[in-house]
């Protein structure tokens, strides 16, 4: 069963790490001043950009969900929750607390879950893509809430686990400034 858990563990960590970048690149294209800084250069390629931020947006919602998504067969927090209960490594104290950290930070993901559900992963013929996002009502600075609460959960449970943490020190965006800053001088030398 250790194995099973590390594995939860690790698959967990990777759909925090891809939705940290995929957030930190998308948020560097939408933030005001990127756009003053860059939006020469975001207009200068705009089918590239519109295409990589709305992938970029796309990749960070299906990490997101995946991480409490509620089906029984899919790796997921409460699912992790399930395996360490099983295996009574950990106190019950521990595990409630975790499920109550994972119940307050559902709040959030259900924002993303109806954004996967009803425009991303499937398109809600009911709706139209304004009354989806104003169903959703989140803001980007919740996105990153969402990230930071499952990387701080999964460090709980690591911790009291094994006394192990990740760092989570991964991070798009010095890339994809100097990206932004290369085609800006790129674009202004052949002007």
Request: glycine share 2%; aromatic share 10%; net charge positive.
């Amino acid at each position: 069963m250790q194995n099973q858990i590390e594995q939860y563990i690790e698959e967990l960590r990777h759909a925090c790490v891809a939705a940290r970048l995929n957030y930190e690149i998308w948020w560097l294209y939408k933030e005001k001043e990127s756009r003053k800084r860059f939006g020469s250069t975001l207009n200068d390629y705009p089918l590239f950009f519109q295409t990589s931020l709305h992938a970029h947006f796309v990749a960070m919602i299906i990490a997101l969900y995946r991480l409490f998504e509620t089906r029984r067969d899919t790796v997921n927090l409460p699912e992790l929750i399930k395996l360490l209960k099983k295996d009574g490594s950990i106190a019950q104290t521990n595990l409630k607390k975790f499920e109550s950290e994972i119940m307050q930070t559902k709040v959030l993901w259900k924002k993303v879950s109806i954004l996967r559900n009803n425009l991303f992963g499937h398109k809600a013929n009911a709706l139209d893509s304004d009354e989806i996002w104003k169903k959703a009502s989140v803001t980007p600075n919740q996105f990153r809430d969402l990230i930071n609460d499952c990387q701080r959960i999964l460090n709980m449970v690591t911790s009291t686990l094994n006394r192990n943490s990740h760092a989570f020190n991964l991070s798009a965006t010095r890339d994809t400034k100097k990206l932004l800053e290369d085609l800006k001088h790129l674009n202004e030398k052949k002007l």
